[in-house]
């Protein structure tokens, strides 16, 4: 048995001492990329929190643009940019996608518009310029709209009026647009107030429709009873004061616009916007249209040519109406022919020829001018033209006549113009010329020639044989010789000029005045030879000594 003293000795097993736990740390490393981390994480954040409004704008084409280049402006500051260009599914069109920065996201609603500036040249407007050197861009016009959208339609053309411009929009009516065209300008007094916004062809195609914009404050002067007429191009008017030229201005004259104006003396209320207007094709025809007018019938008997629809009707120079048709009837006899005229008056301006009152009822003031002599004739107002007018005045001569307002059309009394009156009165004398007996006064005269020319040869026989007999006489006789010798010279003449008339001698000949001043010369001629005669007889003894000297 072993002695437990003797057993081996067990090394000592080391005890674990548990150490304490270690902070974590990052090695040096990884700190570049988790800080490019940070800043890219950042930088996204604040991409995504300043990101704009992604829209997209359809165009009918791409021309000019390009994605990631082409910017959008409004007022010339840069608000976007164009992101991409697709055309649409159906290839009608090009679809734009762009992107409108966050401080403009106002914008962005129902009436906003979109176009591509360019370099243009329309009408009398050039536009776009900048972009020659700039390169394309889209504009933008803002919007009133409460409504925002996302999705718009561009506008092929630049808007003529921007939408925050002052002032009323008016639509006009015409049976066609003439030379105007979008842009045209509008005229009122001769000053530029506006212009055409859009033309377009009625549905039924019966004429056109014209939006115009009259820019503030002018868009004020425009009142309900304001007339429109086209102001394009040279306006000539031929009528009885002769030749008118009127235009607005050059740019009208060549490229087209509008004019408008009131009547003056009377104020009506301003026309609310989009009120509709007649577009009249001048001036003068809109203005005749601007006043109440009454139609009258007048009936003439006599020829019309030269007289036209649209001439004036007169009153001692002041212009009252006009002339709105002309016709022909056969009266019921079958006898002659009648001319109906229709006219018109207006009734503002005759009411102001009573003392400046305008209160007097028309009819009654018609009724009352008419029975103091009151017609209308017809009156030659231009040589040059040949046109005539209808004229108003008092005739003292004139029948009893009133006028009858219950038919439809009221008749004013009238009376034979001047140059019917006149040609009346030639045709008289004509008549009176040609009841004469003029062969029976041809065949006397012819008689007492021949009578003058035996009388004159006997004379000359006469004064031959003294003139051989008495030669102390001869001066005597050669004085009187030479006065025969003209007074045959005269009966020469009187002799061819008879022969003529005898030829050309007919009831209708010219002449007649001019035979009967011979006539009278032949007369005399021989009432001279007779009272010679009568004194030879008398006084046989001045042939010898002389015819006595007076006494003084």
Known sequence: MTDQSEQPTIPDIPE????????????????????????????AAKAYLERGEIITITFNTGEGMEAGKTKIKYKDVEIGEVKGLALSQDRSHVIVTAEISKNAKGLLVKDTRFWV????????????????????????????????????????????????????????????????????????????????????????????????????PYDSYVRTNTVF????????????????????????????????????????????????????????????????TQAFLLMFREPVRGLSVGAPVDLRGVTVGEVTKISITLDPKRTSFAIPVEVVLFPERLRALRNGSKDVEFHALMDDLVAHGLRADIRNGSLLTGQLYIGLDFNQKAKSARIDWNTKIPTFPTVPGSMQELQRKLMHIVEKIESLPMEEIAGDARKTLKNLDDTVKSADKLLNSVNGSMPEVRGVLGDARQSLDELRKTLGEARK???????????????QVDLRDTLREVSRAAQSLRVLGEYLEQHPESIIRGKKEDVK
């Open 117 to 216: 500036v360019r370099a243009r040249i329309s009408g009398g407007n050039v536009s776009g310029l900048g972009t020659l050197l700039g390169g394309t861009y889209i504009g933008v016009d803002a919007g009133s709209s409460q409504e925002s959208r996302e999705d718009f339609t561009g506008l092929e053309a630049p808007p003529p009026v921007s939408l925050n411009m002052p002032g009323r929009y008016f639509v006009l009516h015409a049976p066609e647009v003439g030379s105007l065209d979008p842009g045209a300008p509008i005229f009122f007094r001769k000053i530029q107030v506006g212009q055409v916004t859009s033309t377009e062809l009625d549905r039924d195609g019966n004429g056109v429709t014209i939006k115009t914009f009259v820019r503030a």
């Open 229 to 292: 007429w086209q102001a394009s191009g040279v306006d000539v008017t031929v009528n009885t004061s002769g030749i008118k030229v009127n235009t607005e201005s050059m740019a009208a004259m060549l490229l087209g616009g509008l004019a408008f104006q009131s009547p003056d003396g009377t104020t009506y209320p301003q026309a609310p916007p989009n009120a509709g207007f007649v577009l009249y094709g001048t001036r003068d025809e809109a203005l005749k249209h601007a006043e109440p």
């Open 16 to 43: 674990a001492v548990s150490e304490p736990k270690r902070r974590f740390s990052i090695q040096l490393v990884w700190i570049i990329p988790i800080l490019a981390a940070l800043i890219g994480l950042s930088l």
């Open 497 to 511: 000029s008879l022969d003529g008339a005898n030829r050309t001698l007919a009831p209708d000949a010219p002449l």
